[in-house]
């Protein structure tokens, strides 16, 4: 060793306390939301108007629609897709939400 360096150097000596390891007990930590949902449609009122596009990469083409009824597993919702008279079609709301991204709300009702 150079001189000089030895008194800047020192051994630390640990306590046998602070080798011991400490049991890990998880807990559960209780409120704050869930993860967040994929499903956007099942969140839409009845009587709203939205816009929504088609996931596939290249998809230009924005589509509207509007929620006419809500069941259980299903929604009915309108569309004019075709530029003809307006279609009524029932969607499972999981599986639309896979093929389509909600884009924008045209028309939200009031909550009555």
Same mark, same amino acid.
């Given at each position: %060793?150079?001189?000089? !360096?030895?008194? /800047? %150097? +020192?051994?630390?000596? !640990?306590?046998?306390?602070?080798? &011991? =390891?400490?049991?890990? +007990?998880?807990?559960?930590? !209780? ?5 967040? /949902?994929? $499903? ?5 009122? =009845?009587? *709203? =108007? ?19 009824? +809500?069941?259980?597993?299903?929604? %009915?919702? %309108? /569309? ?12 499972? @709301? !999981? $599986?639309? *939400?896979?093929?389509?991204?909600? =884009?924008? &709300?045209?028309?939200? @009702?009031?909550?009555?």
């Amino acid at each position: %060793m150079k001189k000089g !360096t030895e008194n /800047s %150097m +020192k051994v630390i000596e !640990t306590k046998e306390e602070d080798d &011991k =390891v400490l049991p890990f +007990k998880p807990k559960l930590i !209780t409120g704050g939301k869930g993860p967040p /949902s994929d $499903n956007w449609l099942v969140d839409l009122k =009845v009587g *709203c =108007v939205f816009l929504c596009k088609n996931k596939q990469p290249g998809a230009f083409a924005l589509a509207q629609f509007h929620v006419e009824q +809500k069941i259980e597993n299903a929604i %009915m919702l %309108m /569309s004019n897709l075709h530029n003809g008279p307006e279609e009524f079609i029932w969607v499972d @709301p !999981t $599986n639309f *939400c896979n093929v389509y991204k909600l =884009v924008a &709300k045209l028309y939200e @009702p009031d909550e009555e």
